[in-house]
């Protein structure tokens, strides 16, 4: 679409939900012991059968199986046509405090991080319960490109290819009981590999929280991958959420827990300060943080003397979502 794009692979050359299986599902090749080689799936066993030798079946696992691997998805009708950042900016400037604060601590400090296998743990308000692994969550869901533009609180933003697919899906599966009003969200809680969680610099593991109809919209995904590729660890391996018309810090990375509720859930970083990170976090050029104002962005990647851009409401989104919120006071509600 444009230059910034990187080359794709044939869709369906490899099934999407096997290169996401080989890079999230299956454990590290470190991990292995001779009873899980045994018990491996039909591509590893596939290979040992072939005579490959150990360092190529090591070769075939996750994460060095996945780069370069393309995941097919299918362009969607709710993508931006404007310019993508490129996997550069999207994959070495980030926010995931877990890994420090700093932009580039994530991609520094996130390759010790091993994103398999994964489940996510399903509860609450659902009519059933469960611990889903990548795979089962993955089953049977057609992944999506959404381009979308992201606005962080800190008044910068991108434009992000993910791959992904509507929230919505998997609620509807789990079933969502008539009690339900929001739904919680939990991210992975490993000091051993985060070593930003073994600072307090944030009451962890990190929370995040959406009202039912915002998590239910059409706009509203869980991504898997960024450029067609499998989300690298940085930008929140292997699930993550992305809200568009919020501030970033709502589309919270590396989720191990789904929880339906009955009443709006605390999270992390509307209990840190309340006064400047509200529940709601919608983007608003109009209702300035209390430390500087919301009206411009500075785009990522438009060059250090660019000007800055004007923030939309609701970052552009508006004539989705403004409905959602007719009749409710957006400075009160922020
Ligand atoms: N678990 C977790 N999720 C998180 C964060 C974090 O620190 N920890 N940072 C948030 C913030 S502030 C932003 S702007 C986006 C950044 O996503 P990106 O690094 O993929 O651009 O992730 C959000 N999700
Ligand atoms: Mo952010």
Redesign the pocket.
Known sequence: MTETRRKRGAPGEKGAFEILRRRFAEPASEEITPKEVFMASKATRRALLGGIGAASVAALMPGEAAAGAKLGAVPSCWSTDERPNSFED?TS??????FGTGKGD?KRHAARFSPRPWSVEIGGLVERPGTLSLDDILSGVRLEERIYR?R???AWS?V?PWVGFPLKTLLDRVGVRSGARHVAFE?VYRPEEMPGQRRRI?DWP?R?GLRLDEAMHPLTILAVGVYDEPLPN???API?LVVPWK????????IVRITLTDRQPPTTWSSASPREYGYYANVNPEVDHPRWSQATERRIGDGFFARRRPTLMFNGYADQVADLYRGMDLRKFF
């Open positions: 999207i400037y980030n926010n995931f405090y877990e994530p992201l962080c609180v800190e991108m992000v991210t944030l990190y995040e940085q930008c929140g993550r501030y970033g810090f709502k589309s919270i990375k590396s």
